[in-house]
């Protein structure tokens, strides 16, 4: 941790504030004429999710955290907790089903993850942005149905729910974008 002018803040930058974490997602310096400039800032709570705006004077102190990610693999599943090893060291790590929720949806065995921590407590997970997976479940394909055709739901080996050209059949692997679930296309075999 390193202590900083508000003024030096910047965006990107994860701050300690009365003993939560924030990061910076915009600042907004105002000088108005020959009055002091006022800093804006757009924060979010790293453990609450909420987003705030927050009035400070450039020249108070703050201190800047510096987090840790490191890549890691999905290993199993431990009753409502998820285990995940280090991809260097191997060193397991377990986190909460609050914390990863409907992520594991897109995660297969070995898959992997990048998870951010702050003093050896894990804040987040961060999935690939895209991931390949068969699907196992699906309408039969209408024959002469093109690209443009109409989609239909497929479920996947994970057990997530997409929807797909109706072209797609079961046991073809697909690859799904992990942000909003959108069909990308057909994985290369």
């Known amino acids: 941790m390193a202590s900083t002018k508000m003024i030096d803040v910047r965006r990107g930058m994860v701050l300690n504030m009365n003993n939560q974490l924030w990061y910076c997602l915009d600042r907004d310096l105002n000088t108005p004429g020959n009055w002091r400039a006022i800093l ?15 009035r400070v004077h450039p020249d108070d102190k703050v201190d800047v955290v510096f987090l840790d990610t490191k890549a890691y693999n999905y290993s199993y599943q431990d009753g409502d907790d998820y285990v995940f090893v280090d ?10 089903g609050d914390m990863v929720g409907g992520m594991m949806k897109y995660l297969r065995e070995n898959d992997p993850v990048k998870i951010t921590f702050y003093d050896g407590k894990a804040l987040s997970m961060e999935l690939p942005q895209t991931v390949t997976l068969k699907v196992t479940e699906t309408e039969p394909s209408v024959k002469g149905a093109t690209a443009a055709a ?10 997530l729910v997409v929807q797909v050209p109706s072209f797609i059949t ?20």
């Open 40 to 54: 804006y800032l757009k924060l979010k709570n790293l453990t609450t999710g909420s987003i705030t705006q927050e």
């Open 150 to 159: 109409q989609k239909k739901a497929a479920t996947l080996e994970t057990g």
């Open 170 to 189: 079961a046991g073809e692997a697909i690859i799904v974008q992990t942000e909003d679930g959108e069909y990308l296309g057909r994985a290369m075999s």
């Open 87 to 96: 991809a260097e060291t191997f060193e397991p790590v377990t986190l909460g």
